[in-house]
């Protein structure tokens, strides 16, 4: 069993680090997006088909 | 828009771009709370399983190498499914969902290789070799990377859309390739063993935790598509309202 611990764990490891990054990515750039439009609206600048709504 | 005129009353309504940032808004937490129950069960199996008489304890690598290989190649098919989409129906989502698969789809791809190679060192006695299966997997990597790059370094969105498109048509060819390569040449990559004609080659004891996992993952990257396809509406909405901006400033 332990003859192959190493590689089971490393596989293991390389699918969580490749989910976290995509995690990562995806929740902090919709983060970053979501404050850049907040702030766009606040200086009261509104997208012509929006109406006034909120994206 | 109104509430109102932001129901969804057929599959065409998701068109727009405001309806489909209020469906996803709606479908994501219900998404990603079933992705992690999938993934709770999934890996359960994986650990509560025994250890294969072969393979021993590398059977389990198994678990995450072939959903992340399967889900390489369905990520360059809805890739593929939307540049149709961008260069036949010009639908307006069509080019955000294939522009944000395509990074979902290169770190699958990734995971695939990494955990193949880690699968094979024990196994076969080598990280790597050239077959028919690896190298055709690796150019589908450096596909996805290729994409990406193009897609950063073109400056007109619309422009950049229809170059992607025919260059993922054109690569589409690749997935053919990377399904039947074990069937058409020599390789040291094994046949199929779970999806071929005459059933799963593969025991029920090994066959659960496989199809769970791949369920997971599949689930897993619906919900991250979704996510990134918002996030990128949202971004050129910001585009256009810094546009519409500059105009209003110039003009003023």
Known sequence: MSAHL?????????????????????????????????????????????????? | MRERSLAIRSFTDLA??????????????????LTALLFAVGLTLC??????????????????????????????TVMAASALGTLVWRHPLADVAAKCAAPIGAGFTALALVTGSLWGK???????????????????????????????????????????????????????????????WNTLHQPASVLRLGGSAIDPEFLRPLLVMAL???????TLHLAAMRTEIWRRRIAAMRRQAARGAASA
């Open chain 1, 6 to 55: 190493g590689y089971v764990a490393a596989s293991y490891g390389a699918a969580v680090f490749v989910v976290a990054s995509l995690i990562s990515w995806v929740v902090l750039d919709a983060r970053a997006r979501r404050r850049e439009l907040q702030v766009l609206e606040d200086a009261g600048i509104r997208r012509r088909s929006a109406g006034g709504g909120t994206p």
């Open chain 2, 16 to 33: 727009n771009p405001t309806r489909f940032v209020a469906l996803a808004g709606r479908l994501l937490p219900w998404l990603a709370s």
């Open chain 2, 47 to 76: 650990f509560s399983t025994a250890a294969d008489y072969q393979q021993g304890e590398t059977v389990r690598i198994m678990y995450i190498h072939v959903p992340a290989a399967w889900l390489s190649m369905m990520g360059y």
């Open chain 2, 122 to 184: 024990p196994m076969w006695g080598t990280w790597w070799v050239w077959d028919a299966r690896l190298t055709s997997v690796f150019i589908l990597f450096l596909m996805y990377l290729g994409l990406i790059a193009l897609n950063r370094a073109m400056d007109d969105a619309g422009r950049a859309a229809k170059v992607s498109a025919v260059l993922i048509l054109v690569g589409f060819v690749n997935i053919p390739i990377i399904k039947f390569s074990v069937d058409w």
């Open chain 2, 216 to 222: 997971a993952f599949t689930c897993l990257f619906f």
